[in-house]
């Protein structure tokens, strides 16, 4: 029997949405008021979601404490408070969309996580706007 198991975390990190190869102008145009030179940020909620077999010995999938310490060092502690572009090397070459944060979570997050699990991250970037990730 397979199960997911959820944890529910929040960061806050400042950004800007533009294409280096772009004028400003394009930039505007394409990314409205997310290219502000002068950055923007967001409440980012995070939901880390992994999915297996139960342990028939603990009863648990995986220790939910476990998962609150890897999103800590994987996640919060990288990118809470911090101005993307600048601060985070994930992101020097790559546009901090809420999209390509999602993945960059996914692969730190995944490369810490035993390989017998699924992983979802679901990453909200305002209360309506959000991505699901699952690795493919």
């Known amino acids: 029997m397979r ?32 290219s502000n030179p002068n950055f923007h940020g967001h409440n980012y909620e995070l939901i880390v979601g992994i999915t297996g077999e139960i342990d028939p010995v603990t009863g648990y999938l995986i220790d939910l404490k476990i998962v609150k310490d890897m999103i800590k060092s994987e996640v919060e502690d990288v990118l809470d408070h911090k101005n ?25 997050m995944k490369n810490v996580l035993d390989d017998k699990y699924d992983l979802t991250i679901t990453l909200y970037e305002t209360p309506r706007n959000f991505v699901v990730y699952t690795g493919t």
């Open 84 to 108: 993307l572009n600048i601060e985070v090397p994930e992101f020097k070459n790559l546009n901090p969309t809420v999209e390509n944060i999602a993945v960059v979570i996914y692969n730190k």
């Open 3 to 34: 199960i997911t198991v959820n944890r529910r975390a929040h960061f806050n990190a400042a950004h800007r949405l533009y294409n280096k190869a772009w004028d400003d102008a394009t930039n505007e145009r394409v990314f409205g008021k997310c």
